[in-house]
């Protein structure tokens, strides 16, 4: 599936790639306002997510909540994997870059032990202003964590007067390089359940 050249302006996401959705490219989209393009909300329920080879491209968020956004719910299980968020151009977004893994929309959640499993994630060439200080946040689970996950090229400024944006992560692993703010908080051994998964 492919969403190509579109604008959009919303009180909630621009896009969502919700469960079972496999191969789509979406490419040219201006969003705002609105809540950015979200792969999610996945997991609501224990609900068993399905999603891979979800790639965003030359992509415009303009006055949004946020930007590249990968929701998950805890107690779900399954896979988003293979993502990419590229070429990317933020205007006085609130979080550009995003991976929430605690996403509930309601007053209070439980805290659950299992998780969707974010994997292979790509933030790449994303670069504007910040309504914020916190431009890159990448909470994973404390149980499941979030691997390989690369964040590159990416320049981000904080419109915080006197404030530069920085990074924050929970239980995240991958690699950054060339980055503006540094994202220094991701871990660079992989977690031993992701080797057990992989033998």
Not at 11 to 33: F, L, R
Not at 79 to 97: C, D, G, H, L, Q
Request: aromatic share 8%; charged share 20%; with cysteine.
């Amino acid at each position: 599936m492919e969403i190509l050249n579109s604008n959009i302006g919303t009180g909630d996401d621009c896009i969502a790639i919700n469960n079972y959705s496999p191969y789509i490219n979406i490419t040219g989209v201006t969003c705002g306002p609105g809540h950015g393009i979200s792969v999610g909300s996945l997991g609501i329920n224990g609900e068993e997510a399905k999603v891979e080879e979800i790639h965003v491209k030359n992509c415009s968020f303009i006055g949004t909540d946020n930007g590249a956004r990968i929701k998950t719910w805890q107690g779900g299980k399954g896979y988003a994997r293979k993502i990419s968020f590229e070429e990317i151009e933020v205007t006085n977004s609130s979080n550009p870059i995003i991976i929430d893994q605690y996403y509930c929309p309601h007053s209070v959640c439980n805290n659950q032990t299992s998780a969707v499993t974010i994997s292979d994630a790509t933030f790449r060439d994303i670069r504007g202003t910040v309504r914020r200080e916190n431009a890159i946040n990448l909470p994973c689970s404390e149980k499941v964590a979030c691997t390989n996950i690369l964040v590159e090229d990416v320049n981000l400024n904080s419109l915080v007067p006197d404030k530069k944006a920085y990074s924050s992560c929970t239980n995240a692993y991958g690699r950054s390089s060339r980055s503006t703010p540094p994202v220094e908080c991701l871990l660079k051994q992989q977690p031993k359940s992701f080797f057990f998964w992989h033998w």
